[in-house]
């Protein structure tokens, strides 16, 4: 048994739906030329060393597949360089059996880590330290209003003292 590593560039703009077609097309091909399929995924979209047919990046996709025959291996060659949609391929041997790529799962769904954290504020939020802080808290927050308003009136005197001093000097001048 001999192992093959294919990778294709497909057109940048394809969406994903346009992107599996694509993908299944190549598949189909690939089990009339009795070769069998270890790994088929969509590796990303990257950008391109050099620009081919006037597009800076490509999606990429790896294949890994085994055969007993390679007779078929030119013909499926040429079946990739003549499609469209596909830009660049390459084709490898390999020396062993590619592990199955396994896509991994989220740890926990959105939903989930909404009620977690509803339950843990709740928790909070009737306990005796909270409510000391929350008291504290209140009582700093017009303070901190006044200083505030402070450095905001201080602000705006500053700058009609500047108003004022270029008023000076444009009638100096003008004199």
């Given at each position: 048994m ?19 077609e694509?993908?299944?097309?190549v ?7 009795g ?25 990429f ?5 085994e ?10 060659e ?12 390459q084709?490898?041997v390999l020396?062993?059996r590619?592990?199955?790529h ?12 909404a ?7 709740e ?7 909270t409510i000391?802080t ?29 108003e004022?001093?270029?008023?000076k000097?444009t ?5």
């Amino acid at each position: 048994m001999r192992y093959y590593e294919s990778l294709y560039i497909v057109n940048p703009n394809y969406e994903q739906e346009r992107l599996d077609e694509v993908m299944q097309m190549v598949v189909d091909k690939m089990g009339e030329y009795g070769f069998s399929i270890i790994n088929h995924r969509v590796w990303g979209k990257k950008r391109l060393a050099y620009s081919i047919q006037k597009h800076k990046y490509g999606s990429f996709i790896l294949l890994q597949y085994e055969t007993e025959l390679a007779e078929n291996l030119d013909r499926f060659e040429r079946f990739m360089v003549l499609q469209k949609p596909i830009l660049r391929n390459q084709t490898v041997v390999l020396d062993a059996r590619p592990e199955v790529h396994v896509e991994e799962e989220p740890v926990a769904d959105e939903s989930e880590e909404a009620s977690v954290e509803t339950e843990v504020e709740e928790a909070t939020e009737n306990t005796p330290e909270t409510i000391e802080t929350t008291e504290a808290a209140e009582e700093e927050s017009p303070e901190e209003k006044v200083d505030d308003n402070e450095s905001g009136d201080e602000e705006s005197s500053e700058v009609g003292e500047t108003e004022e001093v270029v008023e000076k000097e444009t009638e100096e001048v003008q004199e």
